[in-house]
């Protein structure tokens, strides 16, 4: 009788941890939702990574601002933490010197178009001119080209990803934190839901074009210091991934995306 409890027990233990997991690797947002009906999906695109100490990248959307992001390296220089910044090809022409302090003093720079716009809804050619532009002003500020791609709202269509990373090696880098700091809910907001919601390997969305988000900031690392996260570029974290347990169930991609702003794209949505 004992041990038929204890198997009853393990079993249902079992369960819970296999619900557990899968709730947990659920987190792809975006289009991962539209893409539900391709065949295979044979370019990954990076939510989390999945990693055995707590590094976390911290990524940074949409500048440089020539009056927010030099606050935030300051900032990100007296912490000795560095970040990602995926910035818009047109803000880089506007303020190379910018950008090119971010990548001297150990930032990474990834692409993120050059005018924001809805992959999902363009001709590979524009897609591709978008890209391309944007590649060239990287590096003509830095030197050299971007290795990550994060497409504006996190819209891309599974065979975007494929011709992407075959024309421009670019890896597809989302989120898994997402404080909506462009909805402007306040510096506060914005550090509480970093602080809660991140996780070991887990990659941070925000935005270094409102000062609210800038103002969060100082709260938000000394909290995420607290809880004793260190940082590292997403290229860091993606070279320290660890595999995954295998999972008992297999992934299922659900209808309901931890971020409803990007589960559907909207052009108006500066989210991403
Ligand atoms: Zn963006």
């Excluded at 991962?32 to 055995?52: L, N, R």
């Excluded at 462009?182 to 996780?199: E, S, Y």
Aim: aromatic share 6%; hydrophobic share 40%; net charge positive.
């Amino acid at each position: 009788m004992r041990i038929y409890r204890l198997i009853s027990i393990s079993i249902r233990l079992f369960g819970l941890l296999a619900l557990g997991s899968v709730c947990a690797a659920d987190v792809a947002p975006v289009a991962e939702k539209a893409k539900s009906k391709a065949p295979v999906d044979s370019v990954p695109s990076f939510t989390w990574i999945h990693v055995d100490a707590p590094y976390v990248a911290l990524t940074f959307d949409d500048g440089p601002s020539a009056k927010l992001t030099p606050k935030l390296l300051d900032l990100l220089a007296t912490h000795h933490i560095r970040a990602t910044f995926f910035v818009i090809g047109q803000n880089v022409v506007e303020n190379p010197e910018i950008t090119a302090r971010a990548a001297r003093e150990g930032h990474e720079i990834g692409n993120h178009s050059w005018s924001h716009p809805n992959f999902g809804k363009m001709s590979d050619e524009a897609v591709r001119r978008e890209l391309r532009k944007t590649d060239d002003a990287i590096r003509g500020a830095i030197g050299a080209s971007p290795t990550l791609l994060r497409p504006p709202y996190g819209s891309i269509t599974a065979r975007e990803k494929k011709w992407i990373a075959e024309e421009f090696g670019y890896k597809i880098i989302l989120w898994d934190v997402d404080p909506l700091d462009w909805k402007r809910p306040g510096p506060m907001a914005v550090c509480n839901r970093i602080v809660r919601n991140t996780r070991a390997g887990s990659i941070v969305l925000s935005h270094d074009i409102h000062p609210g988000t800038i103002e969060a900031m100082p709260a938000t690392l000394e909290q995420l210091e607290a809880k004793g996260f260190k940082f590292v570029t997403v290229s860091e974290l993606i070279s320290m991934a660890t595999p995954e347990p295998p999972k008992p169930t297999p992934a299922k991609h659900p209808a309901n995306s931890p971020n409803p702003e990007t589960s559907s794209p909207k052009s108006t949505t500066p989210s991403g």
